[in-house]
């Protein structure tokens, strides 16, 4: 069969939910996302992602795929496309995702690291393009990325490197996901910048987060929106949570030299009010042929894992054909 050059599917899995887009030659065509089926394990959710791919492609569009990919959380091994452990899905421990995403479509599937993913969709359709040097660094509820170095996509041992996350950046600190203390993510996360506004709001009951806290659960957005309303305690939150990131982006700088860092995930939609303070940081602490590093929000948005992972298994397919 003679397939439509350019066209693949790419598809997301999260603890929250699983996102299917219909990719051609790195932009989106359609896109459809539901509920992750956590209680039915691997097989329900392979069930989703049949759906999804319908939902997707519609009409005949399906058989003129020539490849899907599909990026998730680690640790897992990219290389033989065995999940080994999802901390917020449990019962993937060794699922073979790639075979068995293979065998559900009759093609050609690949795994990767969903930061990777990200990574690659960046460089080559978003604000990395044209650069053989860059970090991205997605800031959400965790922090992941993917690293471009000579080049080349690095993948690192079994396809588990660029975990920038989980470099220590004190001897003591917060509790990481990981299970150390004082790892980037533990510091400078989405999730740790909404402990950090739960515990104003706990300390100040007449503030603006202390108000919220009266009706509702105080979340990391809160912070962002009463910055960008002028409150002085969520605006000296954003200030800390710049400074954090400038700390973390300023090793990223020393330890991979890049042209430029990229940031995406759900905390850069604050970036606007983030970037003055990350870059006084990394201008104050890098050594000097890194001062001038530049940090920039990511071009795809939320599609960067999406259009990275179906153009890296779309790389694959036309390499391999």
């Not at 999940?83 to 995702?97: A, S, Y």
Request: charged share 20%; proline share 4%.
């Amino acid at each position: 069969m003679t397939r439509r050059q350019g066209l693949s599917i790419g598809f997301d899995l999260g603890g929250t939910q699983v996102r299917a887009a219909l990719v051609d030659s790195g932009k989106v065509v359609s896109r459809a996302a539901a509920k992750t089926d956590v209680a039915g394990g691997p097989e329900g959710v392979m069930v989703q992602f049949r759906q999804l791919a319908s939902e997707i492609c519609g009409g005949s569009q399906l058989s003129n795929v020539q490849a899907v990919g599909i990026s998730a959380p680690g640790p897992l091994d990219t290389e033989t496309g065995v999940v080994d452990h999802i901390p917020t899905l449990p019962g993937w421990e060794q699922f073979p995702l790639r075979s068995r995403l293979s065998e559900a479509f009759g093609r050609l599937a690949i795994v990767e690291n969903d930061g990777i993913a990200a990574a690659f969709g960046e460089w080559k359709h978003g604000a990395g393009q044209g650069l053989d040097h860059l970090v991205y660094v997605t800031v959400s509820t965790g922090i992941g990325g993917g690293v471009v170095v000579d080049g080349s996509l690095m993948h690192g041992h079994r396809g588990m490197g660029a975990h920038v996350g989980h470099f220590r950046m004190a001897p003591d600190g917060p509790v990481c996901s990981c299970g150390a203390l004082g790892c980037f993510e533990a510091f400078a996360a989405g999730t740790a910048l909404g402990k950090r506004a739960k515990k104003i709001a706990a300390e100040n009951p007449r503030g603006y987060l202390g108000k919220l806290a009266a009706t509702a659960p105080v979340e990391t957005r809160h912070a962002v929106e009463g910055a960008r309303g002028g409150d002085a305690e969520c605006i000296a939150l954003i200030e800390e949570e710049a400074d954090l990131l400038g700390v973390g982006f300023t090793g990223l700088a020393h330890l991979f030299s890049p042209q430029r860092i990229i940031m995406g995930g759900g905390v850069s939609q604050a970036f606007d009010l983030l970037t003055a303070g990350i870059h006084r940081r990394i201008r104050r602490d890098a050594m000097a042929p890194f001062k001038s590093v530049e940090v920039v929000p990511a071009a795809l948005g939320d599609n960067c894992g999406l259009v990275g992972v179906a153009s890296l298994a779309l790389s694959v397919a036309n390499a391999e054909s």
